[in-house]
């Protein structure tokens, strides 16, 4: 027990006290001189008068005591309580151990952490032992142990301990350890706090950490006013920006300029209206490159439900997209030739079949069946046969391009669209195309292999407005090519095949025609009308077929036209009757002029100057000799370019005349520009003459056009007297027709002219 001085001190003060006035007043009371009854009396009364005294200094002395005790009391018992409310309120709970007691204290708050109360949660060191958890039991003990023997003053631990519930709590404890004046321990105390929910935060917060660290996927976090506050890593190996770049600066940085800002204004929208947005964003990497990717936006609000953060996640799909075009390009090409396969091929018969429903065009499907293709490939093997079929679609790609669609449909089947092709003949011309590209021998491993195709034709919109129907339409023209002896085509329509068919054969021919010295020119004379006098020849063109005998122009004109033979016939027509010429001259047949007609076809390509130039320096002839023929439709189609190609013409010394003049839609305006010598009016428009009222009419009206514009008018088809006569009536001075002579071969024609010199 801890010595007190003050005690003694007022014990002895007491003591003192008592003494003096004990040994003071009996000295007082025998130097009055009292008698004995008095002294006696007085003594009792000084006696009485000392326990009273002593017994209000007694009561003052415990009265302050016991004040300041019970002050004490109130000052420890509050503190106790506010101990209490401040465990309790950081929900902790306190243990006191005794050690040398073996008492332990459990707080109420103590025993709340764990669902008991201080009645039903037991006694001693046993009660938070055997709660412990197996796991963690060996290592709370083991630090106990530890505190104890090293006899650190502090001491924390974490471990759990079971619930009433049967579950266990996480509980974090600190305490110190007191000793005793020996340096023994004698007391633990210290408090413990469950911090099961803040572990299973921290948890939490460590996967996410982990998460965000390790994802894939690029994650930005903006605050409120859009500056960026964190990246992840995938952010900086998607975007190429390092995080210091991008810290505090604002996400605009990555805009690649390709969305416009109705974009970016629907994707704030969303943001302020759901809190979130997802789509595709093109944005732009630190390299400038710009890439997709797919954006999920988020808002995040405080714990006052203010908008504090925003939460961008993205993963960049440019390998997505990359792979979905491949993909795309796998579901529509086959993979052997690369060709566009029988999905694709149907698509593009859908889209040409709806512009050929908008525009009016017309267009012609073709499938391309190889014949006996199943020798090649049981003969030579299936690995010839796929090369030989890579090759075949080479080559036909080569050779077909411009506004055609080549698919391989499977096996040897291929199909070709041409969304253009006006006419049946345009489409016969394209198989035939196709047969010729496929003549030439294919070279396959060492092998010199020969294919050739049979080609079914349909054509649209006549011959159906679907794709199925079409398909299956070109496939029965297909199936009856194949009958017919293959290497061949059929149309879906028979006797478009016939024609079709017939039509190829004579081009063929004609071709040879030309190298075989097949044509012919023939001359038709012309004359004047007052006097009937012959002044030139009109070279007409004939082709002496072997079969089929003198094939008159209007029955290949045109086809050699479309097949671009045009040319060489023209060209040859040209040299004989300009060598023609200058033969007749020197044998003393001299005529004006011979004319030469001149194709549209070749009117509007412009070279036809040089040629013409060309031909009249190789024969002699002189040029005002040479009249060429063009008709009124071939320089009304492009004035501007006949005109240019006219006056250079004319600058060469040729004269010009305007064929079948009337059937055009002339402009007069124009027509005063050209530099033309002559009109030649149509035969249709003299045929009727002269007693049809309107041939009449436009005859009259082309002559005295003719006159008005200083041009010589020629009527053509003359096949009677009265036509004549009427003709140079209305003052038309030039005629030709069966009525002066048909046109013949060229020593025919100079004896006529022979004769009719003879006659006057
Ligand atoms: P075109 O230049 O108008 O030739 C006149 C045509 O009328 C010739 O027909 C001629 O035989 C025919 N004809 C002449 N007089 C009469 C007649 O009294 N009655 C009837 N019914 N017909 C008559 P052809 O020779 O058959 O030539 C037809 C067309 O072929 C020519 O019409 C011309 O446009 C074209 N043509 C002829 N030869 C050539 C040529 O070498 N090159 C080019 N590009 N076209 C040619
Ligand atoms: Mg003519
Ligand atoms: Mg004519």
């Not at 996967?207 to 859009?226: I, M, P, W, Y």
């Not at 770049?245 to 302020?272: I, M, T």
């Not at 936006?297 to 440019?318: K, P, Q």
């Not at 029988?342 to 050929?356: C, K, P, V, Y």
Request: glycine share 8%; proline share 3%; with cysteine.
């Amino acid at each position: 027990m801890k010595f007190q001085r003050r005690p003694l001190q007022f014990s002895l003060f007491y003591l003192i006290a008592a003494a003096l006035w004990i040994l003071g007043s009996d000295t007082l009371l025998l130097g009055l001189g009292f008698d004995r009854d008095t002294l006696s009396r007085y003594q009792s009364l000084k006696g009485f008068a000392f326990v009273l005294l002593s017994a209000l200094v007694l009561y003052a002395v415990l009265m302050r005591h016991w004040r300041e005790q019970w002050q004490v009391r109130r000052e420890l018992k509050e503190s106790e309580e506010r101990l209490a409310l401040a465990l309790d309120s950081a929900q902790e709970g306190l243990w006191d151990w005794d050690i040398k007691g073996q008492k332990v204290f459990y707080s109420a708050g103590y025993c709340a952490l764990l669902g008991y109360s201080p009645e039903t949660f037991g006694q001693g060191q046993q009660a938070w032992v055997t709660r412990l958890h197996p796991e963690d039991r060996t290592l709370a003990e083991e630090r106990l142990r530890a505190l104890l023997e090293e006899r650190s003053p502090h001491y924390e631990s974490i471990f759990r301990l079971r619930h009433r519930d049967g579950e266990y709590r996480w509980l974090h404890s600190r305490g110190q350890l007191l000793l005793d004046e020996q340096g023994h321990p004698e007391r633990f105390i210290g408090i413990s706090s469950d911090i099961t929910q803040r572990r299973a935060d921290e948890d939490s917060l460590r996967q996410a950490a982990a998460v965000f660290d390790s994802t894939l996927e690029g994650v930005l976090v903006t605050d409120r006013d859009k500056r960026i506050v964190h990246v992840n890593p995938a952010f900086s190996r998607i975007t190429g920006y390092a995080v210091e770049d991008v810290l505090g600066r604002s996400p605009d940085l990555f805009k690649s300029g390709h969305h416009d800002a109705d974009f970016y204004r629907s994707l704030w929208h969303a943001l302020e209206q759901r809190g979130s947005w997802s789509g595709e964003i093109w944005n732009r990497r630190k390299s400038g490159e710009i890439f997709p990717m797919w954006q999920c936006i988020r808002v995040i609000h405080d714990e006052n439900g203010n908008l504090s953060h925003y939460v961008a996640v993205f993963s960049d799909i440019s390998a997505i997209k990359r792979s979905q075009r491949e993909l795309d390009y796998l579901a529509h090409h086959d993979p052997l030739t690369t060709l566009p396969n029988r999905l694709l091929f149907g698509e593009r018969i859908e889209q040409a079949l709806q512009r050929a429903h908008q525009d009016g065009l017309h267009g012609a499907l073709l499938l391309i069946d190889l014949d006996h293709f199943k020798i090649i490939n049981e003969s030579l093997g299936h690995s010839t046969g796929d090369r030989l079929l890579k090759l075949i679609g080479a080559r036909l790609g080569e050779s077909l391009s411009g506004k055609l669609t080549l698919a391989r449909l499977g096996g040897d089947e291929f199909g070709l669209l041409s969304s253009e092709c006006a006419q049946a003949d345009q489409a016969s011309q394209l198989a035939q195309r196709v047969q010729d590209c496929l003549a030439q021998p294919f070279v396959v491993d060492g092998e010199t292999l020969f294919v050739s195709a049979s080609i079914g034709i349909s054509l649209f919109p006549e011959d159906g407005d679907s794709v199925e129907q079409l398909l299956r339409n070109a496939d029965s023209a297909l199936f009856r090519a194949k009958n017919s002896g293959r290497q061949t085509f059929s149309f879906y329509s028979q006797e478009m095949t016939a024609q079709a068919r017939l039509r190829v054969t004579l081009e063929a021919e004609l071709r040879q025609a030309l190298q075989h010295e097949q044509l012919r020119v023939y001359y038709q004379p012309i004359h004047r009308l007052d006097d009937g006098a012959m002044l030139g020849v009109e070279a007409l063109v004939r082709w002496q077929h072997p079969q089929r005998g003198l094939v008159p122009p209007g029955e290949f004109i045109p086809m050699a036209e479309d097949s671009g033979l045009i040319g060489a016939i023209d060209a040859w027509v040209l040299e004989q009757a300009c060598a023609q010429m200058v033969r007749w001259q020197t044998e003393g047949v001299p005529l004006e002029f011979v004319a030469v007609n001149v194709s549209s076809r070749l009117f509007s390509r412009g070279e036809l100057d040089q040629r013409v130039e060309r031909v009249l320096r190789e024969t002699g002839l002189e040029p005002a000799c040479l009249e060429l023929e063009v008709t009124e439709s071939a320089v009304m189609d492009d004035p501007d370019r006949a005109l240019q190609l006219l006056q250079r013409l004319q600058a060469l010394g040729v004269h010009l005349a305007i064929d079948d003049f009337g059937t055009g839609y002339s402009s007069l305006a124009r027509l005063k520009r050209l530099p033309v010598h002559k009109l030649k009016l149509d035969q249709s428009f003299v045929r009727g003459l002269p007693q049809d009222g309107e041939d009449a009419a436009i005859a009259r009206a082309v002559v005295s056009l003719g006159q008005s514009l200083d041009l010589r008018v020629l009527a053509e088809g003359i096949e009677t007297e009265a036509q004549a006569a009427y003709l140079l009536g209305i003052g038309c001075s030039l005629g030709q027709g069966y009525w002066f002579g048909r046109p013949q071969p060229a020593d025919e024609a100079s004896a006529a002219y022979l004769r009719q010199l003879a006659q006057t």
